[in-house]
């Protein structure tokens, strides 16, 4: 398996661009969760799906920020218009779900905004 | 509102030195405890994790030790390598779900 496969690795755009990043999970796994990585607050869970269907978009900053996943193979998260402040690294982390969880998570895509 | 607290922010070590990594949490909701390691320009990966009805866990040189009344674990790296030099998470989910994540600890080895 080739793992989590995230694009694009690197992303640099200005100040009320729209940005699209993509990921495609692991086959077989029923949950996705997108993370927001700083160095001031770590890794932040942003949302996470379970069978292709949001279950908590608490930590989505705000109306900006959306997130998608239409089918069981892929997912998106936009950000529009982006924000300097949204400068960071997004990771995708797929999982097959159980108590013993283990995330598995893409290589990120690395967004700076100018 | 920070669900799992991690520290030190950043540890450097001589080779062969035992580098602990210290979290806790509030949640005793909380029943699965992984660490995660950071290489740069990597996404993080599964490293070791504990359930609360055990202490300690062994793996190779990783130990998680776990205080489940203090509401505390901890990472320690017996024999550090060059090699371990990274970024460290502690994480804590309920029924395999929400992980929340420290802030992370770099962690050097020094050769």
């Known amino acids: 398996d080739a793992g989590v496969i995230q694009s694009p690795r690197h992303e640099v755009t200005e100040m009320g661009q729209e940005v699209t990043l993509r990921c495609k999970p692991i086959s077989g796994h029923n949950s996705l969760f997108w993370y927001r990585q700083t160095m001031m607050r770590g890794l932040e869970l942003l949302i996470y799906f379970n069978n292709n269907v949001p279950i908590d978009d608490s930590g989505m900053p705000e109306d900006r920020f959306s997130a998608k996943m239409p089918n069981a193979s892929f997912s998106t998260l936009k950000i529009q218009p982006s924000e300097p402040r949204d400068s960071a690294v997004y990771f995708c982390?797929?999982?097959?779900?159980?108590?013993?969880?283990?995330?598995?998570f893409g290589a990120g895509s690395r967004l700076t905004v100018l | 509102q920070q669900q799992v607290k991690q520290s030190p922010q950043s540890l450097i070590v001589q080779k062969g030195g035992i580098p602990i990594i210290n979290c806790a949490y509030e949640?005793?909701?909380?029943?699965?405890f992984p660490w995660y390691q950071q290489f740069p320009g990597k996404g993080p990966a599964l490293l070791i994790a504990?359930?609360?009805?055990?202490s300690e866990k062994k793996e190779g040189r990783f130990t998680i030790s776990f205080n489940k009344s203090a509401k505390q674990f901890s990472l320690h790296i017996m024999d550090s390598q060059p090699g371990d030099s990274a970024t460290y998470f502690c994480a804590a989910s309920v029924a395999g779900n929400q992980f929340y994540f420290g802030t992370g600890t770099s962690l050097t080895v020094i050769p």
């Open positions: 949640n005793t909701a909380f029943d699965y």
């Open positions: 504990i359930r609360p009805d055990v």
């Open positions: 982390a797929s999982s097959f779900g159980g108590i013993a969880n283990v995330l598995t």
